[in-house]
């Protein structure tokens, strides 16, 4: 978990995190934890676990709570309970919001949150342990024009975070990452892309060396996001692979480079993300501004013959 709020005088300040539940835009729910039934573990990250619960009335949940070698740590018991307070109040198509935060006498926080089926990054699993099968139906499930498609449904989220969701603040992700998308629904190409848990080869320059973060750094982690997405493999994994973090300091950090743009990509896509991963945060466009090419570039491919990155005979 990784988010943070800035108010929008943009002065930062991260020990705003507010929460009175009772003005969450659901309204209060209560839950049976009496009846609860603890399922297996779905995943975990640095922080936390995150279980399958039957929670009624809730159904079928996911439940997220600290690790156990977590427990004791004051600042990770705060950080759970303040995640758990914000996305109880978020209200947005995609983003992953919480159905209510619980204080357990033997886990503390718990947030109960809508299951996914699974992340993009487990559904994009990297190139090294695909088979020529699974690259097969990558191509064929993820035409270009459904990345666009997604892309529009994530700048919408982040859009909704950095200007809507709290009135007095800009929430910012700060860790944009196919690990923290999820798929609601099905696993495929037909599930609900949701933004969830608000890390380090996505940082944008500045994040990388300790300047001020803000809205417009989350355009740049969202275009390599997106990159990832349409090449179907992370950014700059050849440079890291072969020279490690001090590469990616040199070339990508001070040096300026950025992932290859393909030909066969429309014109506004290479202009849009070129545009976001400027190393000047100033010049980069903010999330409201991403829509209108977004749209442009997904019109060029509905108009478009069956994508080329298909195979052969697929539309
Ligand atoms: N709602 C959910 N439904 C099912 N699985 C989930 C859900 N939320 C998270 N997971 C799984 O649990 C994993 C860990 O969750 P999450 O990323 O929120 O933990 P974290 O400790 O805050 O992460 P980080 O290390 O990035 O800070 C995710 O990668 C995902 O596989």
Known sequence: MCCCLFSTGDAADSSALLVDRSRSPRGPRVAD???CEWGEQLGAGAFAQVWAVRLPPFGDVAAKVLREDQRG????????AREASLVCRLCHPHVLHGLLAHDHPAHGTVLVL???ACTLAQHFRPPTQRTPCDDWRLARDWPLRRVLLVGLQLASALDYLHEHALAEHHVLHRDLKPDNVGLLGERGPRGVPCLLDFGCARMAPEVYEGRPYGRRSESHSFALLLWH????????????GLGGKRAFEEEVVQGGVRPRLFPEWPVELAALLDECWQPAPH???????LATPLVSAAEVQVMARPPSDAPPGVS
């Open 283 to 289: 010049r980069r466009p903010r999330m409201a501004q």
């Open 33 to 35: 934890w009496t009846q």
């Open 114 to 116: 809508p299951r996914i």
């Open 73 to 80: 740590d004051r600042a990770a018991a705060s950080d759970i």
């Open 229 to 240: 997405l349409l090449a179907r493999e992370p950014p700059f994994e050849a440079l890291i």
